[in-house]
């Protein structure tokens, strides 16, 4: 005999069926890992770490410190048409990482007036990462950045470089000047300042001076006024006030470790011998014999050459590679790299703005009539002084002695008698090492000024003609999936290549 079920049954009987397989769906499919919340803290250091860590890491061969005979490796040093991809890797990694955390920290905080100095604190990061962003690729997506998870905007316009600024300078005087102290603060979560907002105001001011000089080209009176306002707000003028991510390890996650220090391990110089660099890294000749030539006591705390698998620091032997190199010479273990002592070290502080710069761009405005203060050369001096000492940070092998430092001030004095141009020359031809290894800074400054006036590696198949870019391209994924306001940025900022000048850089 034959059961007959009515259709409503059957509806009846799947759809328990089904409610009963829904039980428990929601707990099995959610991370027990994650939260659906915003931890401001946690959140805080992650972009804390993501912001130092995404760096170009690259210009330090286009800055001439470093080089390879690796045509891919080397591109930084050689500009290689075919590894130009290596220029999307700071917008890439910034707009999923620190850009959407620092924005989601804001969010989360901005409303609470108990807050304010973690919002400020949030609001000068923030203005950090910006401010490195445009400084490589110009006009750059930021007002409508980072909200696709909040108001489903997934193709953002192209803000004009001109506009990011001016938010910029905004973003930085109203943060520096609603810090609270009777307020809370992020606290050991703040691994820069450890929430101290006196500090937290220093570097504000400071990023605002060093923003302000990017436009003594472009718009002298606008970098005059908020120069001044800087320079009134106050500095980092001292070693204790430098900021620098503090807290990296040795060992554990590699999101804990200095990011420098490891890729250039990963790179080339895990072996430590001299010989077995897996991308073939040295320093560049350029760099090295700029040192030997001034008898600078920082060849030493930087430089090693390796003789019979031992480091030696004797600047005798110091020798830097040449950019123009294919293929590995039969002495490569016979030049200079880093000193695995210093500037390799994995828990060793990351600087990202100090008080050499301050000074040395201090000095370029008393040049200019914008500061009073002191003059440029006893600024200047002051920013060699300070170059020489922040090696301390990095232990016992980085001390430079006053008497090293008072030494190389006596042999290179400012020439106060000369043309602005020739002081300035001075000061950016220091400010090059003195800023070391902070290459995107350097960078920029050389973009802007002409010094070091580095004379550009013309290598076979380079994608330059043989001159040093002047800014980043942008990744390919934009042309792809952000193609209507990426041609707009174009149209309005020139080709896509990396010879394009940006606003400021004019």
Request: aromatic share 12%.
């Amino acid at each position: 005999m034959k059961r007959q079920f009515s259709p409503i049954i059957l509806v009846f009987l799947l759809c328990f069926a089904l409610s009963g397989c829904d039980k428990g769906f929601e707990e099995m499919n959610t991370n027990p890992n994650a939260s659906p919340l915003v931890n401001p803290a946690f959140t805080f250091t992650k972009a804390e770490l993501d912001g130092a860590a995404n760096a170009m890491v690259l210009l330090q061969g286009t800055m001439q410190y470093t080089t390879s005979y690796n045509d891919v490796a080397g591109f930084g040093a050689k500009y290689v048409l075919s590894q130009r991809s290596s220029s999307y890797l700071a917008f890439t990694n910034a707009y999923p990482k620190e850009i959407n955390e620092i924005i989601s920290v804001i969010n989360t905080i901005k409303d609470d007036p108990a807050q304010v100095n973690l919002l400020s604190a949030s609001r000068i990061w923030k203005a950090y990462i910006f401010s490195r962003l445009t400084d490589l690729y110009g006009d750059i997506p930021y007002t409508q950045a980072g909200k696709g998870y909040t108001d489903a905007i997934y193709k953002p316009v192209y803000d004009t470089q001109q506009s990011i600024y001016a938010d910029l300078f905004k973003e930085l005087e109203e943060a520096a000047l609603a810090f609270d102290a009777a307020r809370a603060t992020f606290g050991q979560a703040d691994l820069i300042y450890g929430g101290n907002t006196t500090q937290w105001k220093k570097f504000a001011y400071s990023l605002m001076l060093r923003q302000a000089m990017r436009m003594t080209k472009v718009d002298p009176a606008a970098a005059e006024l908020w120069a001044k306002k800087a320079i009134a707000g106050g500095l980092i003028l001292d070693n204790a006030d430098i900021a620098k991510v503090n807290g990296y390890v040795v060992t554990g996650q590699d999101i804990n470790k200095n990011p420098l220090a490891l890729n250039m391990l990963n790179s080339d110089y895990i072996q430590a011998n001299g010989n077995s660099n897996t991308e073939g890294g040295k320093f560049q000749d350029v760099f090295i014999n700029s040192l030997k030539a001034n008898k600078d006591p920082r060849l030493a705390v930087l430089s090693v050459v390796y003789i019979n698998g031992r480091p030696d620091t004797s600047a005798a032997i110091q020798k830097g590679m040449s950019a123009m190199l294919g293929s590995k010479p039969s002495d490569f273990v016979t030049y200079s790299e880093p000193n695995q002592r210093t500037i390799l070290q994995l828990n060793s502080p990351y600087l990202l703005l100090t008080n050499a710069e301050m000074n040395f761009l201090l000095a370029e405005a008393a040049l200019r009539g914008w500061y009073t203060g002191n003059s440029a050369a006893a600024l200047y001096e002051n920013g060699i002084t300070a170059a020489m000492q922040q090696w301390t940070l990095f232990g016992p092998a980085g001390i430079i002695t006053p008497n090293q430092i008072s030494t190389y001030i006596r042999y290179h004095k400012l020439p106060v008698s000369g043309t602005v141009a020739a002081q300035l020359e001075q000061i950016y031809n220091e400010f090059w090492v003195g800023v070391y290894p902070n290459s995107q800074e350097v960078f920029a400054t050389y973009r802007r000024t002409g010094f070091p006036a580095l004379v550009p590696n013309n290598y076979v198949g380079n994608a330059t003609g043989g001159k040093i870019f002047r800014r980043m391209e942008y990744p390919m994924t934009e042309q792809n999936l952000n193609a209507e306001n990426y041609k707009a940025a174009v149209a309005r900022q020139g080709p896509d290549d990396f010879l394009t000048r940006m606003w400021w850089d004019k």
